[in-house]
């Protein structure tokens, strides 16, 4: 997809090169960001059919807002062949879709916070990565002032400590995952070990965009952005054995897997090196230990624990982050209340 012929991106450059900016004769940042399959690079063909054209943001200072809005009135028609104006579904009507307004409206709009202000752990946590894409990926076409490239540079990845639990709690999922796996195969239950199975193909993906400091968009890019990760040429291969194989080659794929995320944690030099071993799954009550196999994964969750500095964090229950936590949909992150709630809850529970 990156390589299609269709470009949302290159035309959105292009646009407010040739068209735009001969029109806006203020200070101002000019980009394609916020929602859209081209702001990730991903648009193909298909995307055409709805929100999709000749697009950009200005960030100007209030006062030339409407002197700017105005200028727009004397977009061509069409662009590179393409109409200028076109069906918005934000106004319900035909119009250009050059969007004027402050950097702080849009961010404070896009985000649901202003990120210039203090980001303590539970405001990051609260945070969809999909919503941290949507000021991070596009591209940034003129910034007068700097201040929308210090913006991006800040949210470009999580605090260290933020880093270290949603890896802690990548881990800790990945071990309840494979157990119950395990415990499903005993018993003959082949839609749940099926089932458990995706799920922890899910997650090692996760864990893998994690640890190469990379967010990962809503489920419709989910694999497309997977594939663009260093380790996934190597990691691939094992996710789709593993899904597409029965026993015992489904849990030696992923065992392998597991290990590859093992041995990549040592060379993040984050916490201290673990070897990856598996062993009897330790059911942690009255000693208990069942004879299928799971990675070490506790130990991983020891080592990151350790470099978490804050307290609260370190010692914070492990339920993953918004996106851990949810695996909600572009209607979760954009459309309700839901981040900011969470955000309270995960504050209030340090």
Known sequence: MRDSPVSGLALARAFYTDAVAPLVRAPHAACLLGEGSEVLGFDTERSRDHEWGPRVQIFVASEHIDGVRERMRELPPRFNGLDTAWFSLATGTVAHHVEVTTLSDWTVAALGIDP???????????????????VTAGEVFHDEAGELTR?????SWYPDDVWAWTMCSGWHLIGKAESMRGRCIETGDVLGERLLTARLCRLIMELAFLQERRYWPYEKWFGAAFRELNVAAELGPLLRQALAATDPAATAALRAALQLLGHRHNVLGLGAPVEPSYGPFEVGINDAVRPYETINAGDYVRS????????DLRHFALVGSIDQLTHGDDALVNYTDWPARLTREYRDAM
């Not at 990151?304 to 307290?311: D, K, W, Y």
Request: proline content about 0%; glycine content about 4%; cysteine-free.
């Open 304 to 311: 990151l624990r350790e470099v978490i500095a804050a307290n």
């Open 151 to 155: 913006i991006r540079a800040r949210l």
């Open 116 to 134: 210039r202000d203090a980001m303590d752990a539970a405001t990051w946590l609260g945070l969809s990565q999909q919503r941290l894409l949507q």
